[in-house]
């Protein structure tokens, strides 16, 4: 998959909810905060299953309640549609 130049990712940016382009410009990033961490816990194994559906991979760390993550393609050395997409599922499957 090709990997998007900055100004398509900032377009593609606006439809998803506080992610943002890392400072290399090679990957998107978003922290997510739940209640407890049964409800983070549920977040990441939803997102798990899917991103093993897609055979695309999110980098995270969760602590407690927090879950940071950083989408990027490991194939093309950039963002690509893939970490769009997965991105807007994990807005979706987060509930915020
Ligand atoms: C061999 C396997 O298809 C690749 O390593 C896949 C798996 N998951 C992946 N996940 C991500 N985020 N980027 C990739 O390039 C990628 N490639």
């Not at 382009?21 to 899917?50: P, Q, W, Y």
């Not at 559906?53 to 760390?61: A, G, I, Q």
Request: contains cysteine.
């Amino acid at each position: 998959m090709k990997k998007l130049e900055k100004p398509a990712i900032e377009t593609a940016l606006k439809s998803l909810k506080d992610w943002q382009l890392a400072k290399d410009g090679l990957s998107i990033e978003r922290t997510f905060k739940f209640g407890d961490f049964n409800a983070a816990f549920g977040f990441m194994t939803r997102v798990a299953l899917m991103a093993d559906k897609m055979d695309h991979h999110p980098e995270w760390f969760n602590v407690y309640n927090k879950v940071e993550m950083t989408l990027t393609t490991h194939d093309a050395g950039g963002v690509t549609q893939k970490d769009i997409d997965l991105a807007s599922f994990c807005d979706k499957a987060s509930g915020q």
